[in-house]
């Protein structure tokens, strides 16, 4: 399973754009790049999925390079409920291999 | 739907109670999963299953038993409770076209 590391905590404030990279320096051809969203005392819930290149939806960005060893997570415009715990995670496109969650970065914005 | 769901919503055990938390989801999704957050924490990986009947471990798996009888349940058994499961355990499952994991509420356990 390829490993994820991530900044353990950034800060920011309200109407910036917050940009949180991972590094998976093993990725396999057929990984994809899936990142979640964590509030206090809920599970996890999807926010972003990409193989390569850019994928963009109603709630953030995600910037894969060619080399697909790092993707950016990107959060525009931040606001005080942005505030939670974002993980990275690299797996298979099918439900078939274990999924693990790494420890996530911590993001604090401020008013 | 109902998407995942978990029972109960919180637990106290003394140390050597067994017990089974419960988890099921109507999505009719193949793959599902426990994982055991401690406070402060990233979610660790307990058991998980592709499919009725097929079960595997994750990274922290002693001390917890799962089976898969039915596509919609996966129970969590703790067999001899020790404050170290002293945590909060979520279920989720994973399908659709992203393959996305839906998370549930989560079981609160606190072993004395």
């Known amino acids: 399973l390829a490993k994820t590391t991530q900044p353990i905590s950034m800060d920011s404030y309200e109407g910036q754009e917050v940009n949180i990279t991972c590094s998976h320096n093993?990725?396999?051809?057929?990984?994809?790049i899936t990142w979640y969203q964590q509030f206090p005392s809920q599970g996890p819930r999807f926010i972003i999925q990409?193989?390569?290149t850019k994928v963009t939806n109603e709630v953030a960005s995600l910037f894969i390079p060619a080399d697909r060893k790092s993707s950016t997570l990107s959060l525009p415009r931040v606001s005080l409920s942005d505030t939670a715990v974002y993980y990275c995670?690299?797996?298979?496109?099918?439900?078939?291999?274990?999924?693990?969650f790494g420890s996530g970065t911590r993001l604090q914005v401020q008013p | 739907n109902a998407g995942v769901t978990q029972t109960p919503k919180f637990q106290v055990l003394k140390t050597g109670q067994s017990m089974t938390l419960q988890c099921a989801q109507d999505?009719?999704?193949?793959?599902m999963s426990w994982y055991r957050q401690d406070p402060g924490m990233g979610l660790r990986l307990i058991h998980y299953s592709v499919g009725a009947g097929i079960t595997d471990q994750g990274e922290v798996p002693n001390g917890y038993n799962v089976s898969r009888s039915t596509t919609e349940d996966f129970p969590l058994r703790l067999l001899s409770a020790a404050p170290s499961q002293t945590s909060v355990y979520f279920c989720?499952?994973?399908?659709?076209?992203?393959?996305?994991?839906?998370f549930g509420p989560g079981t609160r356990l606190l072993v004395l």
């Open positions: 990409g193989y390569k």
């Open positions: 093993n990725i396999a051809t057929n990984d994809y």
């Open positions: 995670l690299v797996g298979p496109d099918t439900g078939r291999r274990a999924l693990t």
């Open positions: 999505m009719n999704h193949e793959y």
């Open positions: 989720a499952s994973r399908g659709g076209t992203q393959e996305t994991q839906y």
